[in-house]
């Protein structure tokens, strides 16, 4: 199965990135190829909602940024897992770009092999997933009705992620 990993974590030895890292090795031992991209450190403008990807466009966005190479991943993508950390209730601002410009390319449906999602979210307070919740729910399994496979979350302001929360990852990644 082709897997693509958003990152939404500018931290690139962070809680998100060590998340990432475990499922990835899972994910991989079990033969599955995965593209991990770093929104972070890429040039991505936000939606000009001028509507040229659903007019003029044929389902091409007017940017020309690096928004371009997610497009080409989500062709052959037959996963998707958003992996971010909470900033202000929600995944980061860089992540919210990246899904905010999914409309040219997933409205009014879906590419044909994209049939699974998943959420990697890390924060310092349990109570503060609301947000990436409410849109993961919305965006993904009810209007695009990608299954879900899970969502995976460490609370903890700590460096160091905890052994059995990444065993978890790897052993998810593995059993897919």
Same mark, same amino acid.
């Given at each position: 199965?082709?897997?693509? =990993?958003? +990152?939404?974590? !500018?931290?690139?030895?962070?809680?998100?990135?060590?998340?990432? &890292?475990?499922?990835?090795?899972?994910? @991989?031992?079990?033969? %599955?190829? =995965?593209?991990? $991209?770093?929104?972070?450190?890429?040039?991505?403008?936000?939606?000009?909602?001028? @509507?040229?990807? %659903?007019?003029?466009? +044929?389902?091409?966005? $007017?940017?020309?940024?690096?928004?371009?190479?997610?497009?080409?991943?989500?062709?052959?993508?037959?996963?998707? $897992?958003?992996?971010? !950390?909470?900033? /202000? %209730?929600? $995944?980061?601002?860089?992540?919210?770009? =990246?899904?905010?410009? *999914? /409309? &040219?390319?997933? /409205? !009014?449906?879906?590419?044909?092999?994209?049939?699974? =999602?998943?959420?990697?979210?890390?924060?310092?307070?349990?109570?503060?997933? @609301?947000?990436?919740?409410?849109?993961?729910?919305?965006? *993904?399994?009810?209007?695009?009705?990608? @299954?879900?496979?899970?969502? *995976?979350? %460490? +609370?903890?302001?700590?460096?160091?992620?905890?052994?059995?929360?990444?065993?978890?990852?790897?052993? *998810?990644? &593995?059993?897919?």
């Amino acid at each position: 199965m082709d897997i693509l =990993v958003l +990152n939404g974590s !500018p931290r690139p030895a962070g809680n998100t990135s060590q998340m990432i &890292a475990a499922f990835r090795e899972g994910a @991989e031992s079990a033969g %599955h190829k =995965v593209d991990v $991209v770093d929104v972070c450190r890429m040039k991505i403008g936000g939606c000009l909602a001028c @509507e040229y990807c %659903h007019t003029k466009g +044929n389902g091409q966005c $007017v940017q020309k940024d690096d928004m371009q190479e997610i497009y080409s991943l989500l062709d052959e993508t037959e996963m998707l $897992v958003l992996a971010s !950390p909470i900033y /202000y %209730h929600n $995944v980061s601002g860089q992540l919210k770009c =990246v899904i905010d410009r *999914f /409309y &040219a390319k997933l /409205y !009014p449906k879906k590419p044909g092999k994209l049939s699974k =999602v998943a959420m990697i979210l890390s924060s310092g307070d349990p109570e503060m997933y @609301e947000g990436a919740m409410f849109s993961y729910n919305g965006d *993904f399994l009810g209007y695009l009705g990608l @299954e879900d496979m899970g969502m *995976f979350t %460490h +609370n903890s302001y700590e460096p160091e992620m905890k052994a059995e929360e990444l065993e978890a990852l790897k052993a *998810f990644g &593995a059993s897919l």
